[in-house]
């Protein structure tokens, strides 16, 4: 199956910095998304974002499929930006859209 | 749009014992999965169902491991004898086909804990 690799696994920000955090995945891919992890465990929808580039706020994301990877980039980081950020990916051609995800970024931004 | 949604939120339970898991999607979302996250690791996919039908079972973890969705609508994961090794997050998640978009959306999950 697809294999979704995550860097840095962690990542310790001062409030205010920027930061990119980097998703390789091994196969093409008809859906790719990342997510924010709140600290109850629900996955938070960041971006979908198979292709191209897109931005929402301080967020923005881009998927160069070719080379089969996918940059979150986070600017100006908040105290609220803590948390583990996935990946997940699934491989095109399956039909079913079921992602497999990479272990995560776990980012800490302090005060 | 009221979002997924999951039942219990969390459910502590003695080793041998049946629990069920119970998820809502978003409504009109044909395709529901259900992935299960353990500590410090991302989620893992259990199964899928478009409607009332389960596309994909194989990498449910043992045959104590069942999930069906009667009516297309909402769908029940359930344990039977469950171990200390099943204590973990299950999360729900829904999509719509047919609308060119890919997106999976998740619940809040259900967290369970085997004493």
């Known amino acids: 199956g697809i294999q979704v690799e995550q860097s840095p696994p962690d990542l310790i920000l001062q409030e205010g910095a920027n930061s990119t955090l980097r998703c390789n995945f091994s196969d093409s891919v008809n859906n790719l998304q990342w997510f924010h992890q709140n600290p109850w465990g629900q996955l938070i929808n960041l971006f979908y974002i198979p292709s191209g580039t897109k931005q929402n706020g301080r967020l923005s994301a881009t998927t160069v499929a070719t080379e089969r990877y996918s940059l979150l980039y986070i600017s100006s980081s908040q105290t609220t930006d803590s948390g583990v950020y996935f990946c997940?990916?699934?491989?095109?051609?399956?039909?079913?859209?079921?992602?497999?995800f990479g272990k995560g970024t776990k980012l800490s931004v302090i005060p | 749009d009221t979002g997924v949604s999951q039942d219990p939120r969390h459910k502590i339970t003695k080793r041998g014992q049946n629990v069920t898991f119970r998820c809502d999607p978003i409504s009109e979302h044909n395709r529901l999965y259900w992935y299960r996250q353990t500590l410090g690791q991302g989620p893992e996919f259990l199964t899928y169902?478009?409607?009332?039908?389960?596309?994909?079972k194989s990498r449910l973890l043992s045959d104590r491991f069942s999930a069906e969705r009667p009516k297309g609508s909402f769908s029940t994961l359930e344990i039977q004898r469950t171990e200390q090794g099943d204590s973990a997050m299950y999360l729900c998640?829904?999509?719509?086909?047919?609308?060119?978009?890919?997106?999976?959306?998740f619940g809040e999950g259900s967290r369970l804990t085997v004493l």
């Open positions: 169902f478009q409607n009332e039908a389960q596309l994909e």
């Open positions: 997940a990916a699934a491989p095109s051609g399956a039909g079913s859209y079921q992602l497999t």
């Open positions: 998640a829904s999509r719509e086909t047919g609308s060119g978009s890919g997106e999976l959306f």
